[in-house]
């Protein structure tokens, strides 16, 4: 092998190796956030600071079209035949989901993110955006049959289930103490912004 062949070889492994490495890193980064869950610290102009439930102080910049929307607790009995909901749910040990939470979306948001999918609320938890096809009351709360586009499935709902709906709500609502749910985008310089906060009334938790 000639040496400048042989350099050209080297060359190439220490750019694939070079690669390799990058694309492991990627790899290994945990994926970015899009959602902060806390309480509000600070409200300084449009920036919106947050104490996330890990503790961390998030900053983000606030957008000019943001959307603010309360959450408000209703009763297990607000859920009827026909309700659109969204639910998180955990696997039962009977092989059946068992809610975390329900929120029950007002008519004018029905349709809103209908489908299942992956959810970071709990490990192993869902969320699911549905109708409610059937609701059969029992001593250990409502059982629901839930449909949606792709599927169906049977969510276990217990007394102590958090049962919450979406109401109007604006900017001036987003005060320090106020526990949020802020979605999130990283932009290129590192920080973070938001178009869109749901916040609890009344001291009340948003539980999704």
């Known amino acids: ?12 492994a220490a750019v694939v190796m070079v690669a ?6 990627i790899a290994q980064q945990p994926p970015t956030p899009t959602r902060v869950r806390g309480t509000i610290e600070a409200v300084d102009g449009d920036v919106l600071v947050v104490k996330s439930r890990g503790g961390e102080d ?8 943001l959307r603010v929307v309360g959450i408000t607790k209703i009763s297990l009995a607000d859920i009827k035949v026909g309700s659109f ?4 749910t955990v696997p039962g040990p009977d092989g059946g989901q068992n809610a975390v939470e329900v929120h029950v979306f007002p008519e004018a948001m029905r349709g809103t993110g209908e ?3 992956p959810y970071d609320l709990r490990p192993n938890s869902t969320m699911t955006n549905a109708t409610v096809a059937d609701s059969v009351v029992g001593n250990d709360g409502h059982t629901l049959m839930i449909k949606y586009k ?14 919450v709906t979406y109401v109007p709500a604006d900017k001036s609502d987003l005060k320090p ?9 990283k932009l290129p310089d590192g920080s973070f912004e938001t178009n869109r906060v749901s ?10």
């Open 1 to 12: 092998m000639s040496v400048r062949r042989f350099q050209l070889v080297r060359l190439l």
């Open 115 to 117: 489908g299942s999918r």
């Open 85 to 88: 909901i969204g639910t998180t």
């Open 58 to 65: 998030v900053k983000l910049h606030m957008t000019g079209d």
């Open 20 to 25: 390799g490495s990058t694309i492991y890193a």
């Open 199 to 208: 916040v609890g009334r009344d001291g009340l938790t948003p539980p999704m």
């Open 177 to 185: 103490g106020a526990k949020v749910i802020a979605f999130m985008k």
């Open 150 to 163: 792709d599927g169906e499935k049977k969510v276990v709902v217990s007394p102590e289930t958090p049962v």
